[in-house]
Structure formats: C-alpha cells, structure tokens
C-alpha cells in the first residue's frame, strides 16, 4: 500500500509568482484535505477535496484554489505569492463513507519559500 | 466551532521520566481528538485518537491520552521518556461528523535530555 506522496520537496518562488503543488492520496481514499504549516505553527486547514468537489474551506483567500482528479490525487494552487505564504504544505489523504471521521494520513509536505 | 489549546509550548524531561503534554479542547459537538507527532522535517503521523468510546485511549510508541469531559482536556503522557520521543506534538479535534476539518493546536515541542 503507497502512502501519501507531494511534490516538489522543495519549492521557492518569487512574490507575485504562481505555484502549483501536488499531491497522490493514500490508495483506496477519496477525500483530499490541503493545510498551510507556517514556522513555528500547528497547520491550518485551507480546503478540502471531496469527489473532485471542494468540500469544506478554512479561512484562507481564494487565491488559494485546488483540484481533484478522478484517481483523487489533487493539486494546491497559489496565485499572486506573498511573503506570508512561505510555509510547509501539507497534504492528507482519508476514505469518506459518509459517516463519521476516519482518520487522515499525511504526506510529508511541500516546504514553499516566497522570496 | 472547535478548538484545542496546548499548554507549553516547550516542554523537558529527563530519558525515563514521565512525559505529560496538556490539551484543552473547545466543542460545540461531540468532539474527536487527536494526537499527532511531528519529527524535523517531515509530515504527521498520528499517536492516538479519541473517538467517544472507551475515554483511556492508547497509541504507539507507549503514548496513551484520556478524556475529560468534567475538564474539556485530553492530556498525552508517557511513563518513561526515550530519547527517541524528542519531536513536536500536536493536539487535533474535529467534529464527530460532517465534513473532516481537522483543527490543530499550535504544538508542544518536546525534549528530552540524556
């Protein structure tokens, strides 16, 4: 069974630029949660991807958007990067029957500096 | 809403003394609380979970963590520390249905001294 993967690693932009980051899901997992990891912090929840529909959205602008595609892997957007956004993504993967919470298997991030 | 607190961001204990990271939470719902580790530079992993069941919950590595509704808290404590457990610990509560936002605390880091 293949985890949670992202990619890239390692990423550094510029302030105005654009990102996209990517993520595969846990296999047998439909439901695609995205959280911001500033230093220092506990990540922050940003969306979530159900059946390539967003399911849920934290507090964040909607220069933050994503995707999901049929085999559930999914994508983080960024537009206009600032300096605020340099931080760890995460990406967490589960299996959403509908009923109550079943656990979230994380990725090991994607560390985004904005220079 | 939900929410959890952690007390101490910065916690340290001597290798085999016992390991105490203290959490509060806030629910509107029925809640279902996590703890989470986090080693340098990688993603989490999850140590236990409450999920309204038995209130004493155990998890890996020798980690177990126990509900208190009188006290809104669900501490995480290990008897004897190993050096092996120095990493950053988050406290996470959703809500018991509905769509699976997970609401983390802001992370205990934890050391260990020899």
């Known amino acids: 069974e293949t985890g949670v993967t992202q990619s890239p690693t390692h990423l550094i932009k510029t302030r105005g630029q654009q990102v996209t980051l990517r993520c595969s899901s846990q296999?047998?997992?439909?439901?695609v949660s995205w959280y911001q990891q500033a230093l220092g912090q506990g990540p922050q929840f940003i969306f979530q991807?159900?059946?390539?529909?967003?399911?849920g959205r934290g507090n964040f602008p909607p220069r933050f958007s994503g995707l999901q595609f049929p085999n559930y892997s999914s994508e983080l957007n960024v537009n206009a990067l600032e300096l605020d956004d340099s931080a760890l993504y995460l990406c967490a993967s589960s299996s959403n029957t509908g009923g109550p919470m079943n656990e979230q298997f994380f990725g090991p991030g994607t560390r985004l500096t904005v220079l | 809403a939900q929410s959890v607190t952690q007390l101490g961001s910065h916690v340290s204990v001597s290798e085999g003394a016992l390991v105490l990271l203290r959490c509060n939470y806030s629910s509107s719902v029925p809640p279902y609380l996590f703890w989470y580790v986090q080693y340098p530079n990688q993603g989490l992993q999850l140590l236990l979970k409450?999920?309204?069941?038995?209130?004493l919950v155990k998890g890996i590595n020798g980690f177990e963590a126990e509900f208190k509704k009188s006290e809104t808290s669900f501490h995480l404590t290990k008897p004897s520390a190993h050096m092996s457990d120095a990493a950053e610990y988050f406290c996470a509560v959703s809500a018991l249905r509905g769509y699976q936002k997970v609401t983390f605390g802001t992370g205990t880091k934890l050391q260990v001294i020899p």
């Open positions: 296999s047998g997992h439909n439901t």
């Open positions: 409450y999920t309204s069941a038995a209130t």
């Open positions: 991807y159900y059946r390539e529909e967003e399911n």
